[in-house]
């Protein structure tokens, strides 16, 4: 016999179809090892190109002089060059090492530009005779240096070091200031010093003992701008192997990688908005008990965020190859691609927001009516905006600019409908079961749901619009690229302190490590250029850094040195069977190093300061030092001496620590979320138009790029902080700032909600209802929230210990429970309130005595006799040990008990009072003002969500209001809600070891 179906499910009756979707492998290969193998490629392409490089360094015949591939009257040296040119400019895809190739020829052009200049107008001296040499000697123009690291004496012209070198540091300087990019400024700096240590040197490039020829043009300032110029194509020779091996086997285009991933995007958006309206409208038990969801959800949402940063990165990438005119073959429009990846973007930012709809669902009576009558709506719109999204990229893919979406129709009618049935079936319900204020405060998170899915499906249907505002023209675009460059030049903002002072150190660790190469180490470079190459503004603390770097010339000093030297002591005279064997190990290890740096994670840098490092010491001028010689041993010696001048100069000027910089990141994103919401929150409640353009584009900035960006920089920094040693600072906890960064991340989605509210109304402008008073006194309260968190993060208690946090904590909550009002100060009503509350605690009451005891304690509380308390006030007298002590009297006659102000800080306690407490036995029990029962800014909010709903509910307003208005006033309650859950989860951890 079959079973009599409800209503409901004869409503709902549907047929089966067995299908089969996109395959979801099991038991193949783990995506780390597609990882290893790519990033291994990537690795050997990056060996093969500095394997390529050391044929350069093959010596010519006695007749032809020293390079077989370069001028006889070429005698700088420093060939390897190529190598380390060729390894730091190799990146992931040809537009990324365009960048780099782009970044370092104009560099090195700049060192040549300055330094030709330089020596063409400034000839080193070079000495005739022995008589000029020993006048020289005599008047300190000429010293000669017997005791160096390499055991043999050589001279140093003081005055043409003098001369020369305050424009090498004036260079320095400049180019550490302005706002040149990474690898440009790095290749500028260590070109300039190589070519002002070298050409200044007084003694011959082949003999270091013995001065220069002066009688051979090769030391004339003509030959050695010639030199400077061979030198510089050095580079440009190393730069194009790097782009050569980017395309052998197979090129691996940006362009191409940006395309997989654009084509991926919908069955990501599928993947996670199928989960959602699944666990939303079908789920048979609350989110709380759907582990497994919640686990799967926040994965695939993470994964999602990765697919979209790589996506932007590869934009950048792209443009390089559009340079190229890659994008004409390869069908690209970079104008089309990256509107497109911000829609991806804003699409996952509204799923973000379904998610926390999700997980704020509780089941209320409300909402299973409501959810079976648009379980239909619901998945229907899911079905068509999942394939509007597929055909938005598909013409995305086909580089179209004029977007003509044919189902972009069909999506808004029925996201109208929804609209239509949700008002239509809430105003029944409200109507018929008399709703309590509880159950309409339970329905808010199906509004922010609806909500969430009404912005995602709007981004995708305002797409084609946003498109054709855009500028495609690629010579207009061009134009303004150069121009927006330019224009960072004479940007006040580009010149912070920050800049300022890593210049500052960088600079002072060159002019240490310049005179140590040329009164320690015979004009050597390496310290100078060494610093150059690894030091600069990467974020972290200085002790993290040094580590990696450390680590880093290590593994590219020590192990290839070690190596160099069995291969030149057992090769023999068998120069063949030597190259082979340096060779093979020279592209052994670059892959080894470069692998670390292409697995990404915090050893990535060390990675990369290795491999560059090892084909400076395995590809030296001389295949094989001379016998005894300290060559290699300098080596260590000069690299280790770098890291050492860097690690001493980053602690002595602007030392920074992880713990403090994880510190000041926090309290930048709590500064960034509190402008976002003051702006945000002002306009959705109170504005009736648009957002003026201007304060709309500096939130969209705060909201969508700097907030973001200072998160990841937290995630940076809190993983880096391992790394560094206690000294005086307290443990870090990692766990501790784990919790912290989950509740940044949740703060900046709710104010992501916030925005997108705004948005939502700028089409949507009607004049705002009166919403309830307690709207107000919920944002006076946040605002006091941020600013007590950018307090508890501060300079302040950046050394502090979890006890002091949670003191500050409690102080802060103990004055906002008095504060009734809210206006930052206690006037004698809010102490009134808090003295009956005391003496509620301690089951008495205080009779007439009570305005007395106000009067006392505003004596003791008010130094100043204003009448009022500031909370310094309210703090001092805490930490100077305010204690209430109520006594309650065993006689039952006693109405009014008697109560003690314990203030001995600030009174002395009256003789006559102290004789009462002899002749009186009561029971004294002593309250600590700092023991609150609740946080004040949670039961702000709870009183926002009940007024809101009495308020809904009166006169039945929300038959009156439309849908839209319901919509944007329950998910901005939901938002705003979720911004005060997360400061108080913020508070609370931040205040627990």
């Known amino acids: 016999m079959l079973r009599k179906l409800s209503k409901v499910q004869?409503?709902?009756?549907?047929?089966?179809?067995?299908?089969?979707?996109?395959?979801?492998?099991?038991?193949?290969?783990?995506?780390?090892?597609?990882?290893?193998?790519?990033?291994?490629?990537?690795?050997?392409?990056?060996?093969?190109?500095?394997?390529?490089?050391?044929?350069?360094?093959?010596?010519?015949?006695?007749?032809?002089?020293?390079?077989?591939?370069?001028?006889?009257?070429?005698?700088?040296?420093?060939?390897?060059?190529?190598?380390?040119?060729?390894?730091?400019?190799?990146?992931?895809?040809?537009?990324?090492?365009?960048?780099?190739?782009?970044?370092?020829?104009?560099?090195?052009?700049?060192?040549?530009?300055?330094?030709?200049?330089?020596?063409?107008?400034?000839?080193?001296?070079?000495?005739?005779?022995?008589?000029?040499?020993?006048?020289?000697?005599?008047?300190?123009?000429?010293?000669?240096?017997?005791?160096?690291?390499?055991?043999?004496?050589?001279?140093?012209?003081?005055?043409?070091?003098?001369?020369?070198?305050?424009?090498?540091?004036?260079?320095?300087?400049?180019?550490?200031?302005?706002?040149?990019?990474?690898?440009?400024?790095?290749?500028?700096?260590?070109?300039?010093?190589?070519?002002?240590?070298?050409?200044?040197?007084?003694?011959?490039?082949?003999?270091?003992?013995?001065?220069?020829?002066?009688?051979?043009?090769?030391?004339?300032?003509?030959?050695?701008?010639?030199?400077?110029?061979?030198?510089?194509?050095?580079?440009?020779?190393?730069?194009?192997?790097?782009?050569?091996?980017?395309?052998?086997?197979?090129?691996?285009?940006?362009?191409?990688?940006?395309?997989?991933?654009?084509?991926?995007?919908?069955?990501?958006?599928?993947?996670?908005?199928?989960?959602?309206?699944?666990?939303?409208?079908?789920?048979?038990?609350?989110?709380?008990?759907?582990?497994?969801?919640?686990?799967?959800?926040?994965?695939?949402?993470?994964?999602?965020?990765?697919?979209?940063?790589?996506?932007?990165?590869?934009?950048?990438?792209?443009?390089?190859?559009?340079?190229?005119?890659?994008?004409?073959?390869?069908?690209?429009?970079?104008?089309?691609?990256?509107?497109?990846?911000?829609?991806?973007?804003?699409?996952?930012?509204?799923?973000?927001?379904?998610?926390?709809?999700?997980?704020?669902?509780?089941?209320?009576?409300?909402?299973?009516?409501?959810?079976?009558?648009?379980?239909?709506?619901?998945?229907?719109?899911?079905t068509q905006a999942l394939a509007l999204l597929r055909e938005i990229v598909g013409l995305v893919n086909d580089a179209r600019v004029d977007l003509q979406l044919t189902r972009a129709k069909a999506l808004e009618s029925q996201l109208q409908s929804l609209l239509l049935r949700f008002h239509a079936t809430q105003s029944e319900l409200l109507s018929h079961m008399q709703p309590t204020t509880a159950d309409v405060q339970a329905n808010m998170p199906l509004h922010l749901f609806v909500f969430a899915l009404q912005a995602l499906c709007t981004a995708m249907i305002e797409f084609p619009d946003a498109l054709r505002l855009k500028n495609h023209n690629t010579s207009t675009r061009v134009l303004h690229f150069l121009v927006r460059a330019l224009k960072e030049f004479v940007d006040p903002a580009k010149y912070t302190a920050y800049r300022f002072q890593t210049a500052g150190r960088v600079w002072l660790a060159l002019l240490l490590a310049?005179?140590?190469?040329?009164?320690?180490?015979?004009?050597?470079?390496?310290?100078?250029?060494?610093?150059?190459?690894?030091?600069?503004?990467?974020?972290?603390?200085?002790?993290?850094?040094?580590?990696?770097?450390?680590?880093?010339?290590?593994?590219?000093?020590?192990?290839?040195?070690?190596?160099?030297?069995?291969?030149?002591?057992?090769?023999?005279?068998?120069?063949?069977?030597?190259?082979?064997?340096?060779?093979?190990?020279?592209?052994?290890?670059?892959?080894?190093?470069?692998?670390?740096?292409?697995?990404?994670?915090?050893?990535?840098?060390?990675?990369?300061?290795?491999?560059?490092?090892t084909v400076g010491v395995l590809l030296p001028d001389e295949v094989c030092p001379a016998p005894g010689s300290l060559t290699s041993y300098a080596n260590v010696v000069q690299a280790m001496l770098a890291v050492l001048l860097i690690v001493g100069v980053e602690l002595l000027l602007w030392p920074e620590s992880a713990f403090i910089l994880v510190r000041k990141n926090v309290q930048k994103h709590l500064r960034l979320c509190q402008t976002a919401f003051a702006a945000l929150f002002e306009h959705n409640v109170r504005a009736t138009g648009p957002m003026d353009a201007t304060a709309l584009a500096a939130v969209r900035a705060v909201v969508l790029a700097a907030a973001p960006a200072v998160l990841k920089e937290q995630e940076v920094l809190r993983k880096e902080a391992i790394f560094e040693p206690r000294l005086w600072h307290p443990p870090f906890s990692q766990p501790r700032y784990a919790k912290i960064m989950d509740a940044c991340d949740q703060l900046l989605t709710n104010t992501v909600i916030l925005f997108k509210l705004m948005l939502w109304s700028q089409h949507h402008s009607r004049p705002s209802p009166a919403t309830p008073a307690a709207l107000t006194t919920t944002e006076r309260a946040i605002h006091d929230a941020f600013d007590s968190l950018h307090v508890l993060f501060g300079l302040q208690y950046w050394n502090a210990d979890a006890d002091q946090m949670a003191l500050f904590a409690q102080v802060q909550e103990a004055f906002r429970h008095a504060d009734k009002n809210g206006n930052g100060e206690l006037d004698a009503s809010d102490v009134r309130a808090l003295l009956l509350h005391v003496f509620e605690q301690a089951g008495a009451v205080p009779g007439d005595a009570l305005e007395t005891y106000v009067r006392d304690f505003m004596d003791v509380v008010d130094p100043q006799r204003s009448g009022k308390v500031a909370f310094a006030e309210f703090t001092a007298a805490l930490e100077n040990g305010l204690l209430l002590e109520v006594e309650v009297l065993p006689r039952p006659k006693v109405v009014a008990p008697d109560v003690a102000v314990d203030a001995s800080p600030f009174l002395t306690p009256r003789a006559s009072d102290e004789a009462l407490e002899e002749q009186e036995a009561g029971v004294r029990r002593a309250y600590d003002i700092l023991n609150v029962e609740g946080c004040s800014l949670l039961e702000t909010a709870e009183t926002m969500r009940r007024d809101f709903a009495a308020w809904l509910l009166d006169g039945r307003r929300f038959q009156r209001l439309p849908m839209e208005e319901l919509v944007l006033l329950h998910s901005l309650l939901s938002a705003v809600n979720g911004i005060a859950h997360d400061l108080a989860v913020l508070e609370e951890v931040a205040a627990h070891p």
């Open 514 to 613: 310049s005179l140590l190469s040329v009164y320690v180490f015979g004009y050597s470079a390496t310290t100078a250029t060494t610093i150059a190459y690894i030091m600069g503004n990467q974020i972290g603390g200085s002790f993290g850094i040094s580590l990696f770097r450390a680590a880093g010339v290590v593994a590219g000093v020590i192990v290839p040195s070690i190596a160099l030297f069995f291969i030149c002591s057992y090769g023999g005279e068998h120069m063949a069977v030597v190259v082979v064997f340096r060779d093979a190990f020279l592209f052994f290890w670059v892959t080894v190093s470069m692998y670390v740096k292409w697995q990404g994670g915090l050893d990535a840098y060390a990675g990369l300061v290795s491999a560059f490092i």
């Open 10 to 382: 004869e409503e709902a009756l549907g047929r089966l179809r067995i299908n089969v979707g996109r395959r979801r492998p099991v038991a193949t290969m783990a995506a780390s090892r597609t990882r290893f193998w790519t990033s291994l490629g990537l690795a050997m392409r990056a060996a093969l190109g500095a394997l390529l490089s050391s044929a350069f360094l093959t010596h010519a015949t006695a007749e032809r002089g020293t390079w077989a591939c370069f001028p006889d009257w070429y005698i700088l040296g420093g060939v390897s060059f190529i190598a380390v040119s060729c390894v730091i400019a190799c990146g992931h895809n040809v537009g990324a090492t365009m960048c780099q190739m782009f970044q370092q020829k104009l560099g090195v052009a700049l060192a040549f530009g300055f330094n030709a200049l330089l020596f063409s107008n400034f000839q080193p001296r070079l000495f005739q005779t022995q008589d000029e040499v020993d006048a020289s000697v005599a008047d300190g123009t000429l010293l000669r240096i017997t005791k160096s690291f390499s055991g043999e004496p050589y001279y140093v012209n003081n005055r043409d070091l003098f001369t020369v070198l305050p424009f090498t540091m004036a260079f320095n300087a400049l180019v550490l200031v302005l706002p040149f990019a990474s690898g440009t400024r790095k290749f500028a700096m260590v070109n300039n010093l190589f070519f002002a240590l070298t050409v200044v040197s007084p003694n011959s490039y082949k003999d270091a003992s013995k001065l220069k020829n002066a009688s051979l043009a090769l030391y004339q300032s003509p030959t050695i701008v010639q030199n400077l110029c061979i030198y510089m194509c050095l580079g440009f020779i190393g730069v194009l192997l790097s782009f050569l091996v980017i395309w052998v086997p197979y090129p691996i285009f940006a362009i191409r990688q940006l395309q997989e991933l654009t084509l991926a995007t919908p069955a990501t958006v599928e993947e996670l908005l199928h989960m959602m309206v699944d666990a939303y409208c079908f789920k048979k038990k609350g989110v709380e008990h759907m582990h497994i969801l919640r686990v799967k959800l926040r994965r695939k949402l993470e994964l999602a965020t990765a697919q979209k940063d790589a996506m932007l990165a590869l934009v950048d990438d792209a443009w390089w190859e559009q340079c190229l005119g890659l994008d004409v073959a390869l069908g690209f429009k970079k104008t089309v691609t990256k509107p497109y990846v911000e829609l991806f973007a804003s699409v996952l930012n509204s799923l973000r927001a379904m998610s926390h709809a999700l997980q704020l669902e509780r089941d209320g009576r409300l909402h299973q009516p409501l959810i079976q009558a648009l379980r239909q709506d619901v998945c229907a719109i899911e």
